[in-house]
């Protein structure tokens, strides 16, 4: 219900067993707001026990401790004007584990979209970090739009609700720079702030993950870095550190 400015929705907890499958709860979850703005769980998220709990977990909900990594990554959604959907589907890469998207007809709606072909045979952690990964995706293309802004675009001579994707997305890389790609670009900033992913991994395996103990600095570092192994900071940086102890 809306009260006061703020927007609330009620979720019974599901049952939750960490990699279990099965079938989760359902509807939007409790987060306060200044908009009617909201973080959504698609049906596809709420269905799936797995992904269910670890989203729960991560955003600190039915009991939960909140990741604090995480929170201050999709935060930017929060009573901005701009939406985030969590959901399980096809991606445009087969291969790949998740993606972030928003609608170019609607740019302050985002979409977290996990490989529905992954979900099973990825690990509790794995699944972990694609979901830092791709907030951090999100937070960044969020942040471009803002920093935009609707007067700045109205000049442009094909408006954002004119374009497909990837006219909205090659207009915001040519304005910002011209190369390289914006995922590139986020993908660099990522490696060079890796300890949010790994904090968040540290955080998250500390309170959840009945293997914790397996996990040591290096482990959790390697896993923040998938995904990131080919960005110049990492081949550059590194990779030259590391020979250099060898």
């Not at 870095?225 to 590194?238: A, I, M, R």
Request: proline share 5%.
């Amino acid at each position: 219900k809306v009260n006061g400015g703020l927007k609330l929705a009620i979720v019974p907890p599901p049952p939750c067993d960490g990699d279990g499958g099965g079938e989760g709860g359902g509807g939007l979850y409790p987060i306060p707001q200044v908009t009617t703005r909201i973080i959504t769980l698609d049906p596809s998220i709420t269905n799936n026990q797995k992904i269910n709990c670890l989203l729960n977990k991560l955003l600190g909900k039915n009991g939960n401790t909140v990741n604090q990594q995480f929170a201050n990554l999709v935060n930017a959604f929060v009573g901005k004007g701009f939406n985030l959907t969590f959901k399980i589907g096809t991606t445009k890469d087969p291969n790949s584990k998740a993606e972030t998207t928003y609608d170019p007809n609607s740019p302050t709606n985002y979409f977290i979209t996990i490989n529905s072909a992954k979900v099973d045979s990825e690990s509790q952690m794995s699944l972990v970090k694609t979901l830092l990964h791709e907030a951090f995706h999100a937070n960044l293309m969020q942040k471009a739009y803002e920093m935009f802004g609707d007067q700045v675009i109205g000049l442009w001579a094909i408006g954002p609700k004119d374009m497909t994707l990837t006219e909205l997305m090659n207009k915001i890389e040519n304005v910002i720079q011209p190369t390289p790609t914006l995922a590139q670009q986020h993908h660099e900033f990522m490696a060079m702030n890796i300890g949010i992913i790994k904090n968040g991994l540290k955080a998250f395996s500390l309170a959840n993950n009945t293997n914790h103990t397996n996990f040591n600095e290096d482990r959790f570092e390697a896993l923040a870095y998938q995904g990131l192994e080919l960005t110049s900071y990492y081949v550059n940086k590194v990779c030259k550190d590391l020979n250099a102890m060898l």
